[in-house]
């Protein structure tokens, strides 16, 4: 059965730090870009930041660039999202997924990706 599990949401004021993880299960990730995509209330999904399956090349949305980054652990199946200074405007749930990808590539558009997770909200309040 494949499966993503995602933890490490929570509430934090701004300013603060979370790191997302999602592990996968019944597949291996090795052949797949990974994408972290978010939605807000009464927003559509946007992508926030993709990896390719060789973590050489990776993509952030503008609002999240030098405070946001991706990685992944093939070996342990999981990837990971670090985000430092965190505002209320990234609050969302947010969710990772999985696309098989023949090359090197990071696609970050959701309607892209087959594989996806339960989600996970991230809340930025003072």
């Known amino acids: 059965q494949v499966q993503f599990v995602e933890s490490g949401g929570g509430s934090v004021q701004p300013g603060g730090s979370l790191r997302l993880s999602c592990a996968a299960s019944g597949f291996t990730l090795d052949n797949y870009a990974i994408g972290w995509f978010r939605q807000a209330p009464g927003k559509e999904r946007e992508g926030v930041s993709c990896i390719s399956k060789t973590d050489d090349i990776t993509y952030y949305t503008d609002s999240v660039k030098g405070r946001f980054s991706i990685s992944r652990d093939n070996a342990k199946n999981t990837a990971y999202l670090q985000m430092n200074s965190l505002k209320p405007e990234d609050t969302a749930v947010y969710y990772c997924?999985?696309?098989?990808?023949?090359?090197?590539?990071?696609?970050?558009?959701?309607?892209?990706?087959?594989?996806w997770g339960q989600g996970t909200q991230v809340t930025v309040s003072s």
């Open positions: 997924a999985a696309v098989y990808v023949l090359g090197v590539t990071a696609p970050c558009s959701s309607e892209l990706y087959d594989y």
